[in-house]
């Protein structure tokens, strides 16, 4: 298992090398010039050239691309051009080892960008996450005991409108109703537990948890259902209840550890995906979270913050993916190998 | 009366396209120490018929009426509550296929110590050494070791002996076989018959062997029913039904099994055309459409008329479901020498 594991993540080193030089690429074959843009309308062609070596631009792709792979090994210092350290020494930035690179539109090292939004996005994800699914499997699991009923075909529609309304829609009637028209909550805004406690921190991340775990839990709710009544399909049940089992331990027991070990791979995808930051719930709610920062990133023509998020949220996949097959192993007994 | 007897036994599943009759009036009798084989091609009734007896079919989608008396209960009048504890310790049941039939997650031990816990009050402890004691009886080697194996990690045929050793732990006085054989190699085949036998002596347990293969119902049963859609056409002891069978459908089913000593040369004599549906059985006898016989029956009566349960032209214990006046002659003349030309000219 352990040999496993190493595999596994040396792998997904050289899929995140291969992903980084991907989006160096891709930026450089954009149509447009990133310093035209952040130089404005009115430059002249020296003042653009000018502007391409303030923001790094000037050396070759794959020279930027080699700079920042030693960037992670080693760190790096900004400015790089030595003769303006020289000269400005109170700009100096020290970017430490695993240094993701200097945004020039922000000011700030990358990783510091990231310490500043990862909290906001972490503590959505994990919120959400809890929510959409202790209400996706409790509710996926009602509806399929009571298959065929009123309240089975009840979570069902309600789960179905949950999941065709789009976040935003979800999020800014939350927002408009819940905590402006009504006023029953505060209208959000990210405070740290440092700042207002764990009820503060909890309360103003409420709102927006909700909005992402509700467009989930309608997913999950649907799919434990299925799973569930799968499950009870299969000969090992009828065998539980051949035994004499009471209802509750073939549920329980044995109909729910299979039908949610499937469930558990997509948990952790979906769990995963989201630490890297909910785009909409984060701008609808002006959560200042990794969502945000990458749509940011995206309109300024911010290269070194983009780098950096998708080598963040390409890792935070490729773990996922390593912890989700270790415990489909843990569940799985037949998964088990050597 | 029967230690087992059951009586207009009738299994329906109302469904949007009408009501399938998967089991329509079945009755027969069992005692305990005695076998019962009952033999059918797949979807003639046999699965959901003991699936009734043992109380697995969900009120929601399956109506069972008749009457299932066990040792004199009506196991159709007894609460759900009391099914449930009836079930696994009175009546227990080894199915098909023990690899799809045992949960791939739970140590085999563990599931079969399940069984104890569900009907004693013992302890974890105790139960475990329970399940060690049967997986020994059952004939698993090193029981002590094999109790905490995955069921994966076993053989078929010794998970189909933890499936028996699951099924006896509580010491069942009725047995239900589903098919017990199908799944495995032939060899292995005889050795779980011959444990199935064995363990009965010791256990007197009533047992119904639900199978497709007449020669394990040679191998094992007293007594033997044979089903066609959803209901029984020939009963009774073992021997005389497949030495006198008196319903084309029994002669079908002896012509098509193959025999090691025949003729390479011979072919197998399959039975023409499909099993009946369930939802719209064929108009009077549900064989009529694939009988070869059926025109030595006046007046189009295998069309028109279902036939009743009736005696054999060799007595009282022999019951057939079959227009034909005479079966027997019929069988002597124009099958046996089909199905065993060797036996005819010893005659």
Partial sequence: MFAYVVRRLFIGVILLIVMSLVTFLLFFLMPQDPARVACGKNCSIAQIKQTEKALGYDKPALTQWTDFLQGVVVGREYPEDKSLREKAPELISDCAAPCLGYSRVNQVTVSEEIKEAFPVSASLAVLAFIMWIVGGILFGVIAAVTKGTVVDRGIVAISLVFYAFPTFFIGLFLLKFIAIKWGWVDVPSYTTIAEGGVGGWLSNLFLPALTLALFFMAGYVRMTRAFVLESMTEDYIRTARAKGLKRGPVLFKHTMRAALTPLVTMAGLDFAGLLGGAIITESVFNFNGLGKLAVDANVSYDLPTLIGLVVLLGSFVIVANIIVDVLYAVIDPRVRVG | ?347
């Fill in chain 2, 1 to 347: 009366m029967s230690f087992l007897s059951v009586r207009d036994l009738r299994v329906h599943f109302p469904t949007i396209d009408g009501v399938v009759k998967a089991t329509d009036g079945l009755s027969f009798d069992l005692e305990r120490g005695k076998t019962l084989g009952i033999v059918g091609e797949s979807g003639s009734g046999k699965s959901v018929s003991t699936s009734a007896i043992l109380g697995l079919h969900r009120r929601t989608n399956a109506i069972v009426s008749g009457e299932i008396l066990l040792d004199g209960v009506d196991l159709l009048k007894v609460s759900d509550e009391d099914m449930r504890r009836r079930r696994g310790r009175e009546v227990a049941m080894i199915f098909q296929d023990p690899l799809s039939a045992m949960h791939p997650y739970y140590r085999v031990g563990n599931q079969i110590a399940e069984a104890y816990r569900v009907h004693h009050d013992v302890s974890k402890k105790a139960a475990r050494a329970r399940a060690i004691e049967m997986l020994d009886r059952v004939g698993i080697p090193q029981p002590d070791r094999r109790v905490d194996d995955y069921p994966h990690q076993f053989s078929g045929g010794m998970r189909q002996r933890a499936m028996i050793a699951m099924a006896l732990i509580n010491n069942p006085s009725l047995l239900i076989a589903d098919e017990p054989t199908t799944a495995l190699d032939v060899t292995v085949q005889a050795q779980i018959l011959d444990l199935l036998q064995d363990l009965q002596r010791d256990f007197d347990a009533a047992v119904m062997i639900i199978t497709h293969d007449l020669g394990v119902v040679a191998e094992m049963a007293h007594d033997v029913l044979v089903m066609y859609g959803g209901r029984a056409v020939e009963y009774g002891a073992t021997k005389e039904i497949l030495t006198h069978p008196e319903m084309p459908y029994t002669w079908g089913l002896l012509s098509s099994i193959p025999e090691v000593d025949a003729d390479p040369e011979a072919k197998l004599v399959p039975i023409p055309g499909n099993p009946p549906s369930l939802l719209n059985p064929p108009s009077g006898c549900h064989f009529h459409p694939r009988c070869t016989h059926r025109d030595k029956v006046p007046g189009d009566l295998c069309r028109t008329v279902s036939p009743e349960l009736t005696p054999g032209t060799r007595g009282e214990g022999h019951l057939k479901r079959c227009h034909l006046a005479n079966p027997d002659v019929v069988y002597e003349r124009e099958v046996l020498p089909e199905i065993a030309p060797d036996l005819v000219e010893g005659r």
